[in-house]
T-cell receptor, first 116, second 112 residues
Framework: DARVTQTPRHKVTEMGQEVTMRCQPI?????VFWYRQTMMQGLELLAY????????DSGMPKDRFSAEMPDATLATLKIQPSEPRDSAVYFC??????????????FGPGTRLTVL | AQSVTQPDIHITVSEGASLELRCNYS??????LFWYVQSPGQGLQLLLK??????LVQGIKGFEAEFKRSQSSFNLRKPSVHWSDAAEYFC??????????FGTGTRLTIIP
């Protein structure tokens, strides 16, 4: 049963520290999405990649957030330095873009980040 | 900008009763419409989707949704809920690209 995996599932850190969240997309999927979920803002798209290249990162604060795909099996989201307002659940989703069909997104279980 | 409204923050339903969750979207070109479910501590699971064709779509777990273009709505229904349906439900929309805009969610509580 293919699934998106995310690590760590929970992270507690202090303000100013670097945080790295990892995502392993479903094998064969060529699109990766990063979302953030908070009580105030709900689910927001931060960025997404196709074939490891960034397509849209307009939802991501550029000064402290960065997203990369070092290879096809790993996507990372980094926050440096972290701030309390970054506390949220971060979801990764993956999909397989095909010309004639919509790219359905399969979500991972999320990383719950708490910045003290 | 595209937007999605789920007017009900929290709904409580008795087990075995019928359910309808409301979703309205902002006007735009042909929408792609989705309903996702999120159980506590879990990611989102796709229940059903509408792209085109028959406006009544069937999904997993006995759910269905009806697209009504005139009302810009895509309400989710289930004829008889089970205790395991307790979760948070999100409506989402996309207008021809891959970017999903989510509603704020409706939390469903089931009482015995």
């Amino acid at each position: 049963d293919a699934r998106v995996t995310q690590t760590p599932r929970h992270k507690v850190t202090e303000m100013g520290q670097e945080v790295t969240m990892r995502c392993q997309p479903i094998l064969g999927h060529n699109t990766v999405f990063w979302y953030r979920q908070t009580m105030m803002q709900g689910l927001e798209l931060l960025a997404y990649f196709r074939n490891r290249a960034p397509l849209d990162d307009s939802g991501m604060p550029k000064d402290r957030f960065s997203a990369e795909m070092p290879d096809a099996t790993l996507a990372t989201l980094k926050i440096q330095p972290s701030e309390p307002r970054d506390s949220a659940v971060y979801f990764c989703a993956s999909g397989r873009r095909r010309a004639s069909s919509y790219n359905e997104q399969f979500f991972g279980p999320g990383t719950r980040l708490t910045v003290l | 900008a595209q937007s999605v409204t789920q007017p009900d923050i929290h709904i409580t339903v008795s087990e075995g009763a019928s359910l309808e969750l409301r979703c309205n979207y902002s006007y735009g070109a042909t929408p792609y419409l989705f309903w996702y479910v999120q159980s506590p501590g879990q990611g989102l699971q796709l229940l059903l989707k509408y792209f085109s064709g028959d406006t009544l779509v069937q999904g997993i777990k006995g759910f269905e949704a009806e697209f009504k273009r005139s009302q810009s709505s895509f309400n989710l229904r289930k004829p008889s809920v089970h205790w395991s349906d307790a979760a948070e439900y999100f409506c989402a929309v996309s207008f021809g690209n891959e970017k999903l805009t989510f509603g704020t969610g409706t939390r469903l509580t089931i009482i015995p």
